[in-house]
């Protein structure tokens, strides 16, 4: 079976890649945005004698070149998406990269499975009770303009496959990570806390963070695309989750100090009401980047099930607390890039 | 009343500054953002959710049949600039341009020219010239306090790791490379429209020269774009002197005016219009007063600014707002256009010269 894997070259990417080729499935298509990803992809091709990587350059933004990267392919891993720029560019890299994608995959004469990577940011957690549940059977957003850009441009990625889906009928898997970590990845999710005026406002306290470990979430993926049911979702997340406290405690031992300013709950919620209504009032002249509604998506807090995960027969590959070991042995030998 | 009727607002093109657009218009008085069209549906649906707009379209004929408008802010590349124009005017509708206003002076001549023939009006998103600071300026100029410009520094700092340089760094496709002029082309504007309205109504003499100083290790169609521009202006008896500089740091955006009574500086950053003190006494107590004199001055401007921050007045795009308010006044009661199409049109002249001593192969290619 070949499988066309989009995003390839990524953090994320990279992993998925190793994680097929760990599975047996050794023609693996890798779709990349940029040459010079492919040097890390062939030094893992390298432990996998068998393996049979092709590197295909696309741009997603141009329908043309998606043809002949899809051509010949039996399965669809789509993990490329935007984090980063205006807008305009993560609806361009997300969402019309993959209606462009879709019409492509939909073109096809042979049948295709298709898989997503979305995330948990689709989820209208918002209008749930702090602490609940969230699983595969909560709504997706349906206030997307209320929250950040990002979850707002993977809503309309992950309603794209399925209205495509709903329309031409191909085989779906859908998943969606929590906060994807690990070596090479980023040290603070927003949901730990953010860098305000030179100081760190930790603003996650004892909420649990929804964690997964880089090549644990690989896994997932892959372990879904090959066993995971049709026209299913599947939330990902590992096992002996930490707070948010416990995570900066632990950077703070093993990483370095980091001075940080913890904001209780009621605090913030306060705050953003004050954020949200000052920049009403002053026609935007500050953003509101604290809003009630950003703040209870983001540090409302809630518990996590990958019971639906485990269904299909995933497993951590390691655990949190080695995994945590590992990303920030990595962020202690290399700092983090500014932003 | 005809005066305070609601103008319906459409935008086409909605990209990264559509946003601009979208924010300031949001909150304009009289006026409501009606619609929003991308040939990319995905774009414009995005845009109208995001801004409540109630209205989203991916064809502009269609849009324009349904809507009514009675402005449409064209916000797309300039390659199509005029095609758009046209079709706008047809329906009814005066544009607001983002800028650069066409690939060439002729094109631009040509839009304004097809403006005119339609009975509707015009303007170019010149909003730094409209932010405060520029507005002090100008009636600083108006007062006499300045006297005969002598000579002109516009300076203007581009960051390429930037958001919007990023989206160019890493885009070889990007529309920025493929205009004649590149990067400066989508800079130029903001640099020569300080300088022609201070320069007499004749040809001026230019003389241009360009470099790449990072380096080109890409290897792809984002080597070929020079990022620092030196441009020597003559026109009667002023002279300028206007740069874009992509390395310096910090990044500026400035503008000095050396006048025959005073030289003043206008900081756009900072929003600060300072008038540098010279030295009244004798000796070295008169070179002691002078930068005490400066920092009063700076003082004062940080006050004035905080009150415009208390008034809620010191918003990002302020220029665009006041521009705005200034154009959509003129289409409700006549009156004279916020720029004149003159002036317009020499900032394209300027513009097209320096394109052809910076990108000679360009020009002389017929990438125009």
């Known amino acids: ?339 | 009343m005809a005066e305070t009727r609601r103008l319906r607002i459409g935008i086409v093109g909605c990209g990264k500054i559509a946003d601009g657009h979208a924010e300031v218009v949001k909150h304009l008085k009289g006026a409501e953002l009606a619609a929003v069209c991308d040939r990319e549906p995905l774009l414009a649906e995005q845009l109208a959710v995001r801004y409540g707009v109630p209205a989203w379209y991916g064809d502009m004929g269609e849009m324009l049949a349904r809507e009514n408008l009675d402005v449409v802010h064209i916000t797309t590349p300039p390659g199509v600039h005029l095609p758009l124009t046209r079709q706008c005017v047809a329906a009814g509708a005066h544009v607001f341009m983002e800028k650069p206003l066409a690939l060439t002076a002729p094109d631009a001549k040509e839009l304004i020219d097809a403006v005119v023939a339609g009975g509707r009006k015009m303007t170019v998103n010149y909003w730094p010239n409209f932010d405060p600071p520029a507005m002090e300026f100008k009636q600083m100029l108006a007062r006499g306090e300045v006297g005969e410009p002598v000579h002109v520094e516009a300076f203007i700092g581009y960051d390429l790791a930037g958001s919007y340089g990023q989206a160019l760094m890493s885009d070889a496709g990007h529309w920025v490379h493929r205009l004649p002029g590149k990067l400066f082309q989508n800079m130029m504007d903001h640099i020569f429209n300080r300088i022609v309205p201070l320069f007499p109504d004749v040809e001026p003499e230019i003389h241009a020269f360009a470099y790449k100083r990072r380096e080109g290790v890409r290897n792809d169609g984002t080597d070929a774009m020079l990022d620092e521009l030196r441009v020597f202006l003559r026109g009667g008896t002023v002279s300028a002197y206007a740069s874009l500089c992509s390395h310096a740091r910090p990044v500026a955006n400035t503008l000095k005016v050396y006048g025959t009574k005073a030289t003043v500086e206008v900081d756009f950053y900072n929003r600060t219009v300072i008038s540098i003190a010279s030295q009244r006494y004798p000796s070295a107590v008169g070179r002691l007063v002078p930068p005490l004199q400066m920092a009063g001055r700076y003082l004062s401007e940080s006050k004035k600014n905080i009150g415009q921050f208390r008034r809620s007045e010191f918003h990002y795009f302020a220029g665009m707002s006041k521009l705005l308010e200034l154009f959509y006044e003129e289409i409700r009661s006549g009156g004279e256009p916020p720029i004149p199409y003159s002036e317009i049109l020499r900032v394209a002249d300027v513009m097209d010269r320096v394109t052809e001593q910076v990108y000679p192969e360009t020009v002389a290619g017929g990438a125009r």
């Open chain 1, 1 to 339: 079976m070949k499988i066309l894997v989009t995003g390839a070259g990524g953090f994320l990417g990279k992993s998925i890649v190793e994680r097929l080729l760990a599975h047996g499935q050794n023609e693996v298509r890798c779709m990349l945005r940029d040459t010079s990803k492919a040097r890390g992809l062939e030094e893992i091709a390298k432990r996998y004698p068998e393996a049979k990587l092709e590197f295909i350059t696309v741009n997603l933004r141009n329908p043309a070149e998606i043809v002949p990267a899809v051509a010949g392919c039996d399965m669809v891993i789509h993990a490329a998406a935007a984090l980063k720029g205006s807008p305009a560019e993560m609806f361009m890299d997300s969402a019309v990269a993959s209606r462009n994608l879709l019409e492509v995959i939909v073109n096809e004469l042979r049948p295709m499975r298709v898989v997503l990577v979305s995330s948990f940011g689709v989820m209208g957690v918002p209008e749930l009770p702090r602490s609940a549940m969230v699983d595969e059977s909560t709504p997706m957003e349906r206030h997307p303009e209320l929250r950040d850009v990002y979850s707002h441009s993977k809503l309309r990625q992950e309603q794209l496959f399925w209205e495509y889906r709903e329309k031409y009928g191909f085989d779906l898997v859908v998943l969606r990570p929590g906060v994807i970590y690990g070596p090479g990845g980023g040290h603070f999710s927003n949901r730990v806390g953010l860098s305000l005026f030179g100081r760190f406002l930790h603003l996650g306290g004892s909420n649990l963070l929804p964690l997964t470990y880089v090549d644990n979430c690989a896994e997932a993926i892959v372990v879904a695309a090959l066993s995971g049911a049709n026209g299913q979702v599947y939330n990902v997340v590992d096992d002996d989750l930490v707070t948010s406290r416990q995570y900066l405690a632990l950077y703070r031992s093993k990483v370095k100090p980091v001075r940080s300013i913890p904001v209780p709950y009621f605090a913030l919620m306060w705050g953003s009401q004050m954020v949200e209504r000052y920049s009403q009032r002053s026609k935007g002249q500050l953003p509101a980047i604290f809003t009630p509604y950003k703040t209870r998506a983001m540090w409302g807090g809630n518990q996590f099930s990958n019971a639906k995960l485990k269904s299909i027969g995933w497993r951590p590959l390691i655990s949190t607390r080695e995994g945590l070991e590992r990303a920030f042995a990595a962020f202690r030998a290399e700092p983090e890039k500014a932003k």
